[in-house]
């Protein structure tokens, strides 16, 4: 019977029989579908997962190394040399990070548009005219051989994975990469693919710059509005909205410089060496970021998408407890660093252990490394104790020049424009040109970004903090105005080798002798030690400027408002065993300004700072110090400015019964930002609705800016009700008490829209939420690719400028989207009673049981066992990986 014959036998169905079948067909075909495309993706996915026990044999070690894995996926690396332990490290990171790590080199090269095609060339053309892959082959060119043996031993361990594997079976952002880009190969890893991350981190925490040209940009604006506006008045407004840092409040990280021995060898030489730039040493470098296919608005968000923004939170905490204030009596070291929330995290935890610790195999340390970078950054080794804060001291300038063709006006004579040009090569499409243009002070900037050509477009510039008048000054040349960066990032440095000396330092003289050699990023530097020493170091390539500070940009033309040199390493604060048992920095003023040299006027404001100690005095005065209570410190969601708000609100009136309601949550809550809390939702929420009401939403809009900056402009203004900038006139505002009513009203109708109109049912944690968004492929605009590789919303607490800094973008999103991006306490009496956590887990790869494995407890704040002894190790291995020559 043939089929046509058959179908005519068959006894006719209803319409509606015949479609069920049909869509069962559909179903069953879809299940297919779906489940041969489970396959696939699992197969795809599974293929590039690491191998992690067993043996295996690699060209290029000198003798057998082991990995053993805990239950986080955690690597301890052991071997007999120093060239096998950072062979073997090198190895370990291409395993569970490769894909990031071949990204990252591609954005510090600005070569971004290699991998994902024409919309990336012109973050490219930035990152290029910084020229920071330049600046890092030249610190590789520069290294010891023991330190660029460090660094070819890891690219050679890097290079021995690559040699197994390729595309997909690498990392599943490969498969994903070739539908977009079929051609693109791996290239192997170089040392200055390692070198070139430090730069990107510098840029991460370059501080300040955002804030000059903020101020730099207003100020125009202020000098436009007419006759009113003269440069006092200026000047007025500016010191008004970017006050000074509050000395009398907040504390000082090193209210008194230890006196200390001088280093038998430092820095200082290579300081006084310093002489201005001739315009034969233009300084140049890229620009880092994390991969987007979304079009971004500028080339400076463009850049902070790829590699971390200055956003609201970065920044950092750190602290250090003596023996004296402890349950052990020994120290306790605490540190969690404020960055942009990446997947992967930006840490990677691992050990790493000679054998047997010899002059040539120094090393038995433990921590938090950077994939791609050998060594470990902050952590522990057998004796000594570090973490890092951001400095936050200025080391950037912007320079407005005047230029005239292919030259630039210097001291009233032109003199040529340093010029090189260079290619980006486009993933499927033409290569395009650029040419880079640098003066003395370094590369052109303007023509880049709408704020840098803005400021360009209408000049301010200032000196100690003063606005000059351009308009009508005799002494500016003629020619088009231009705006270059001067940087420390842009010339060479010996960070690189920096670490390696921090991993092996055995006192406070070789503490402060590694913290010499650490330029950029300039960081504070705490330390303990096994024998109850603690101790604090200011290091970095701190200039010392001419004429000007840097507040706001300084006349290119005029070598008078030149860097002159650097600060001695022997001029740098230094703490030594203070009186008062602790020290703790949290990006706040390093020393009061009776200081010898000027640092910066852009200091986070100091509330984490207060807080935190006042929780050291006060948990050491009811109880000794333990492991528990620096964790329990760190997780502290106090929110300065709601307190404040809190007591504003008890005089206003508000219509409706909603607000009312929402308004009374504030009179019992405890100003702490926890997850669960109502009125911690609604305080955040009024708040933002407040500082936009004040500062944006006018006819002519003041910047918002930091939280902590607005934190002292606000708190300010709430003790003082005739303060002009309660007036609004577009927004039919007159005074304070209409100003915090609107403000509470707007909260409610905002927050009953996204949570109902039930005030007692509200909770912060699912409004800040956090999103973990791949770097990469978690916003390339495809529902699909973006689920496999984006995981969350994780409800969170904390908040802006609190001890637990869960940063959010102030009238963008209450979204998290900066985070203490690792946490850990290091006891000095008990290594292995230490604790750790970091913000996604080892692993790059998605669908890896260590994708994010350790995000909840992170959320939570719960951290885990940090195990150091060789048997403590071996307890806690589930993996053993045995590398062969």
Same mark, same amino acid.
């Given at each position: ?5 058959a179908?005519?036998? *068959? ?13 069962l ?10 489940v ?19 043996e ?14 805990d ?15 950072f ?41 290029? =005219? ?30 021995a ?11 599943l952002?490969? &498969? ?5 880009? +079929? ?9 200055a ?17 955002? &804030?000059e040209? %903020? ?27 970017? +006050? ?28 006084a ?15 880092? @970021?994390?991969i ?62 000679c ?22 950054v902050?952590?522990h ?16 300038? /912007? ?16 003199? +040529? ?19 880079v ?15 840098f ?43 690189? =080798? ?40 200011t ?23 030149d ?6 390493? %022997?001029? /740098? ?58 964790q ?71 910047? #918002? ?12 203004? /709430?003790?003082?009700?005739e ?14 008490d ?6 509470a %009203? ?5 927050? *009953?829209?996204?949570?109902?109109e ?8 699912? #409004?800040?939420?956090?999103t ?19 995981r ?9 400028s609190?001890?637990? *800094? ?22 000095? @009496? ?8 970091h ?19 992170? *959320? ?16 806690? &291995?589930v993996?053993?990986?045995? #590398?062969? +020559?």
């Amino acid at each position: 019977m043939t089929t046509e014959d058959a179908a005519s036998a *068959a006894p006719r169905r209803s319409i509606g029989r015949r479609i069920g079948a049909i869509a069962l067909a559909v179903i069953a075909a879809i299940v297919v579908i779906v489940v041969a495309a489970g396959f696939f993706l699992a197969w795809t996915i599974g293929r590039s997962f690491p191998q992690t026990s067993g043996e295996v044999e690699l060209t290029g070690l000198e003798a057998q190394a082991t990995v053993q894995r805990d239950a986080s996926g955690i690597p301890t690396i052991t071997a007999d040399s120093s060239h096998d332990l950072f062979f073997a490290q090198g190895f370990v990171h291409a395993q569970d990070r490769f894909f990031e790590m071949d990204f990252r080199r591609h954005v510090t090269s600005g070569r971004v548009a290699e991998m994902f095609g024409e919309s990336q060339v012109a973050t490219d053309s930035f990152l290029r =005219t910084l020229g920071w892959r330049v600046t890092a082959e030249e610190e590789v060119a520069a290294m010891d051989e023991t330190t660029l043996g460090y660094y070819q031993a890891y690219a050679d361990g890097v290079n021995a994975y690559l040699a197994t594997r390729s595309g997909a079976d690498l990392s599943l952002e490969y &498969a994903v990469l070739g539908i977009q880009n +079929p051609d693109y190969e791996v290239e192997p890893w170089e040392p200055a693919d390692s070198v070139a991350w430090l730069k990107a981190m510098a840029w991460d925490l370059r501080t300040n710059v955002e &804030a000059e040209t %903020e101020r730099a940009i207003l100020a125009a604006q202020l000098e436009a509005e007419g006759d009113s506006a003269d440069a006092a008045t200026t000047q007025e407004t500016l010191e008004k909205l970017y +006050p000074a840092y509050p000395f009398e409040q907040n504390p000082v990280i090193v209210p008194k410089i230890s006196s200390v021995p001088a280093l038998s060898t430092s820095t200082d030489a290579e300081a006084a060496a310093f002489t201005a730039p001739t315009e034969d040493e233009a300084d140049a470098q890229a620009a880092v @970021a994390s991969i987007d296919w979304q079009e971004a608005d500028s080339v400076i968000e463009a850049a902070s998408l790829l590699i971390g923004d200055v956003g609201e939170g970065i920044g950092s905490n750190s602290w250090v407890v003596s023996g004296a204030l402890t349950e052990s009596g020994m120290p306790l070291l605490s540190n969690d660093p404020h960055l942009g929330a990446s997947l992967p995290s930006v840490w990677y935890q691992v050990q790493l252990k000679c054998s047997e610790v010899t002059e040539e195999c120094p090393f038995d340390v433990g921590g938090f490394s950077f994939s791609g970078l050998p060594g470990i950054v902050i952590g522990h080794n057998a004796q000594v104790a570090w973490g890092f804060t951001n400095l936050t001291t200025d080391v950037t300038d /912007l320079y407005v020049e005047r230029v005239d063709g292919d030259s630039y006006w210097r001291d009233g004579q032109l003199v +040529p424009l340093e010029i090189r040009e260079e290619t980006i090569k486009v993933a499927g499409g033409e290569d395009v040109p650029l040419t880079v243009r640098e003066t003395v002070h370094g590369p052109i900037i303007s023509g880049l970004t709408d704020d840098f050509t803005a400021i360009a477009d209408d000049p301010v510039v200032g000196t100690g903090g003063t606005v000059l008048p351009l308009e009508g000054a005799p002494e500016i040349p003629e020619g088009e105005y231009a705006v270059s960066l001067r940087w420390t990032a842009l010339d060479a440095g010996t960070t690189s =080798t920096a670490i390696f000396a921090l991993s092996t330092a055995q006192n406070f003289e070789d503490f402060r002798r590694a913290a010499s050699l650490f330029d950029v990023p300039a960081q504070n530097l705490i330390y303990a030690d096994v024998e109850g020493n603690i101790g604090y170091q200011t290091p970095g390539r701190l200039p010392v400027r001419g004429s000007g500070d840097g507040w706001l940009p300084q006349p290119g033309w005029d070598s008078a408002y030149d860097w002159t040199g650097y600060i001695p390493f %022997e001029d /740098l604060p230094v703490s030594y065993n203070p009186a008062s048992g602790y020290i703790v920095t949290a990006n706040n003023a390093i020393v009061t300004d009776d200081y010898d040299y000027f640092l910066s006027r852009d200091w986070d404001y100091g509330y984490r700072a207060a807080r935190i100690a006042h929780l050291i005095e006060r948990r050491a005065a009811a109880a000794p110090l333990t492991t528990q209570d620096m964790q329990a410190i760190q997780m502290d969601n106090e929110m300065w400015i709601g307190k404040q708000l809190a007591t504003a609100m008890g005089a206003v009136e508000v219509d409706g019964r909603g607000a009312q309601d929402a308004v009374a949550l504030l009179r019992t809550w405890d100003a702490q930002n926890n997850p669960s809390s109502a009125a911690a939702a609604y305080a955040n929420v009024l708040w933002s609705n407040l500082a936009q009401n004040i500062f944006e939403n006018r006819e002519t809009p003041l910047p #918002l800016g930091s939280q902590s900056r607005l934190f002292a402009v606000i708190g300010a203004m /709430l003790d003082d009700p005739e303060d002009p900038l309660w007036t609004n006139e577009a927004i039919d505002v007159d005074g304070m008490d209409a100003m915090l009513e609107l403000s509470a %009203e707007q909260a409610y109708d905002e927050l *009953a829209a996204l949570q109902g109109e039930t005030p007692s049912r509200w909770n912060w944690g699912d #409004l800040h939420a956090l999103t973990l968004t791949s770097e990469t492929f978690g916003s390339s605009g495809i529902a699909p690719i973006e689920w496999l590789f984006n995981r969350g919303p994780y409800p969170v607490g904390g908040g802006a400028s609190v001890v637990n *800094a869960t940063g959010w973008e102030l009238g963008e999103s209450y979204a998290t989207t900066t985070v203490p991006s690792m946490r850990m306490v290091v006891d000095l @009496a008990d290594f292995d009673a230490s604790s750790w956590i970091h913000l996604t887990g080892a692993s790059g790869h998605a669908f890896s049981d260590h994708y994010t494995d350790q995000t909840a407890d992170w *959320a939570a704040g719960v951290q885990r066992d940090w195990v150091f002894s060789a048997d403590a190790v071996d307890a806690a &291995a589930v993996d053993t990986l045995v #590398l062969r +020559p």
